[in-house]
């Protein structure tokens, strides 16, 4: 089945949502968004196909403070390693914080949080699988592939259910 695509925009930019008729495969941040799409994939403006469909509808629900979860028909692509910490963030509760330790251990290798880190920095399904929601042991926001301001405001989103939020992190970005 190929590979669609559609970029929309959102109160932290532009996302990129890729997938074909029955499945999500990736919602890239707007910095990820901005970089040329694959070849193979096919640029999708209306009527679009299933599962995105689904994606946008229900990333509009978030970003309004009206979803909590998603209901994602998903196929990541990813090692074994990789779709295990991936599984293990669509646990983390809307609104906690959890370390990379934390998630080390929630997935049985409490030695492997820089492995856990790593899977996270390359979860190709952003938001959809909160990896923003993993922090550093002390509190602080680590990396983020949209940026620390995205996750800070995605976090602050989600404290206060609602999108207001989002303004105060993108007039702090730079």
Known sequence: ????????????????????????????????????????????????????????????EYFDGTRCDFDLPLAPDGTTFQLRVWDELRRIDYGETISYGELARRIGRPTASRAVGAANGRNPLAIVVPCHRVIGADGTLTGYGGGLPVKQALLDLERRGSGPALATAEESAP
């Open 1 to 60: 089945m190929p590979r669609s695509y559609h970029d929309f925009d959102t109160p932290i930019g532009i996302l990129r949502l890729v997938g074909d008729e029955r499945h999500l495969e990736r919602v890239d941040l707007p910095n990820a968004a901005t970089h040329a799409p694959a070849a193979a994939w096919r640029e999708t403006r209306g009527g679009l196909p299933g599962a995105l469909d689904a994606a946008k509808r229900q990333l509009a």
